[in-house]
């Protein structure tokens, strides 16, 4: 089993900064695509950022230039700095993990979801 531990949601200003982690643990032999999804009230959720094990990285089009996604292979952690908050940047951000297990099983693990909330 794996789990993702985050950290670094909260309230801040719009045009303010945070930074979130998550780190993943457990039977892990190692991680493909790592990445940040979002889900607002009555929204689906949408994929924010990606980033594969060689560091080749994917933004959705409404965070590009604000949004920076990086890992530390070495301590399977994924961050998000997110600069520049808007209010409609408001969701529950969830991170995930393309695990291949010490078992040679291959699964998509997700975090508990930390919320990030932007005041306008």
């Known amino acids: 089993q794996v789990q993702l531990v985050e950290s670094g949601g909260g309230l801040v200003q719009a045009g303010g900064s945070l930074r979130l982690s998550c780190v993943a643990s457990g039977s892990i032999l190692s991680i493909n695509t790592m990445g940040w999804h979002r889900q607002a009230p009555g929204k689906q959720r949408e994929s924010v950022a990606t980033i594969t094990s060689s560091g080749r990285t994917n933004y959705a089009d409404s965070v590009k230039g604000r949004f920076t996604i990086s890992r530390d292979n070495a301590k399977n952690t994924v961050y998000l700095q997110m600069n520049s908050l808007k209010p409609e940047d408001t969701a529950v951000y969830y991170c995930?993990?393309?695990?291949?297990?010490?078992?040679?099983?291959?699964?998509?693990?997700w975090g508990q979801g930390t919320q990030v909330t932007v005041s306008s």
């Open positions: 995930n993990a393309d695990v291949r297990q010490f078992d040679w099983r291959r699964n998509d693990y």
